[in-house]
């Protein structure tokens, strides 16, 4: 009988195994953070706020690009806005060039550069030509908008919504520390978040034999010099990815296992409802295998 099945109180292996079935968290485990990070957003628009206002001069403008023009001639940060205005992040803010196709047939390109620090009149015009032709120029001139800082915040919040997929996996993570944080103070333990060797050999010099040089750990609890591993992963949809990951922490439970270190894989999610035959076969391959709901109930101090 397992460690876990004992530790429970539960009849049978199996038993214990149709109960982290049953109380997956198939609803998933959205927080309200979940949605927008709002801190991001509006430190992303802040340094832009002025030029941001500068530009609302032109709604309603009919000459948006002589108008333009001499804007950014008089204020020539005003071009630093743009991309942000077309939802584009440059990763080298020192090379902001924009090529455009301007004749299918011979592919001959028009160029934009909007890194130039103080643009020359002609250097002006073409980006306020860019201005013009992406689509901006007719957004501004026929009002469909009524300041550009408001604007800016709903780009900077569609971007956001690419950060989803990764704020998904937080989600669990805060979940999941919540509950080590609340065992480590009650039982005066201690932990690290997303740690490799140095950091364990830092914290509590302890020497970690690792499988590889970039192996980090979702959280370690240090029990009186006994490490516990944890890894932590939400699925709320299946797919080859489950049964890599659960053949993979087979390997890793006995790797650690062979160094006198616990390890406790804390998986969810209604991904699992597809994939239960390499769920299956981790678990009867470790020790521990973990459900937030087994976690509401208090199983963590008992393992610890």
Not at 40 to 52: A, D, G, Q, R, T
Not at 267 to 281: C, H, N, V, Y
Request: aromatic residues 10%; contains cysteine.
């Amino acid at each position: 009988m397992k460690k876990l099945t004992t530790l429970l109180n539960i009849e049978s292996d199996d038993a214990l195994f149709n109960y982290i079935i049953a109380t997956l968290k198939t609803k998933g485990i959205t927080q309200w953070d979940y949605f927008v990070k709002w801190e991001k957003v509006h430190n992303n628009i802040k340094p832009y706020e002025i030029e941001l206002n500068i530009l609302n001069v032109l709604i309603g403008k009919e000459n948006i690009k002589e108008d333009l023009t001499n804007l950014i001639l008089q204020y020539p940060k005003v071009v630093n806005v743009i991309p942000l205005l077309l939802a584009i992040r440059f990763r080298n803010k020192k090379e902001q060039k924009i090529n455009i196709v301007s004749n299918l047939k011979t592919f001959e390109y028009d160029h934009f550069d909007l890194s130039i620090k103080v643009p020359n009149k002609a250097e002006a015009e073409s980006i306020a030509t860019f201005f013009v032709n992406c689509g901006l120029g007719a957004l501004v001139r026929d009002k469909k908008i009524k300041n550009l800082v408001d604007y800016a915040t709903g780009v900077e919040v569609g971007l956001d919504s690419n950060g989803r997929k990764n704020r998904g996996g937080h989600q669990m993570e805060n979940a999941v520390e919540f509950y080590i944080n609340e065992v480590c103070e009650e039982l005066n333990l201690s932990y690290i978040k997303e740690a490799n060797a140095s950091a364990i050999k830092n914290a509590w010099n302890i020497d970690l034999v690792v499988d590889k040089s970039s192996r980090r750990l979702d959280y370690v609890i240090n029990n009186n010099g006994k490490l516990v591993f944890f890894e932590v992963n939400f699925y709320n949809g299946g797919g080859s990815k489950l049964k890599s990951t659960a053949t993979e922490y087979v390997k890793m439970n006995e790797y650690w296992n062979n160094q006198n270190i616990d390890f406790v894989w804390i998986t969810d999610g209604a991904g699992w409802l597809s994939a239960i035959l390499p769920l299956r076969e981790y678990f009867d391959k470790a020790d521990y295998l973990l459900n937030l709901e087994m976690l509401s109930k208090g199983i963590l101090k008992k393992i610890i």
